[in-house]
């Protein structure tokens, strides 16, 4: 059974960047579409950034485009958030997911995710 453990998150003041990172565990995310998805306090969970199986394909949401950027390195079976430009809006837990390849939603249990809070 596949894990997925997120993990680089902080406090960075307005401007600032963090790389998150999601690794995996018990099995190869080799072949997989992942995700990242955030939830800011007392909102839906919703869509960041996901990436195809050879990295060759990535989709953003509007409001991360041009700031964050999703990369994976299969060898070490870990798919990486940078995210630049920080915003206080962007303060949330982010957390990453297996994504289905037809439908793009997430397939597995939502781990702990990783707070990422961007204050002065």
């Known amino acids: 059974q596949v894990q997925l453990a997120e993990s680089g998150g902080g406090l960075v003041q307005p401007g600032g960047s963090l790389r998150l990172s999601c690794t995996a565990s018990g099995r190869s995310i080799y072949n997989n579409i992942i995700g990242w998805f955030r939830r800011a306090p007392g909102k839906e969970r919703e869509f960041v950034a996901r990436i195809n199986w050879s990295g060759s394909s990535t989709t953003y949401a509007e409001s991360v485009k041009g700031r964050f950027s999703i990369s994976r390195v299969n060898t070490e079976e870990t798919v990486y958030l940078q995210m630049n430009s920080l915003r206080p809006d962007d303060t949330a837990v982010y957390y990453c997911?297996?994504?289905?390849?037809?439908?793009?939603?997430?397939?597995?249990?939502w781990g702990q995710g990783t707070q990422v809070t961007v204050s002065a």
């Open positions: 997911n297996i994504l289905e390849s037809i439908s793009k939603r997430p397939q597995l249990p």
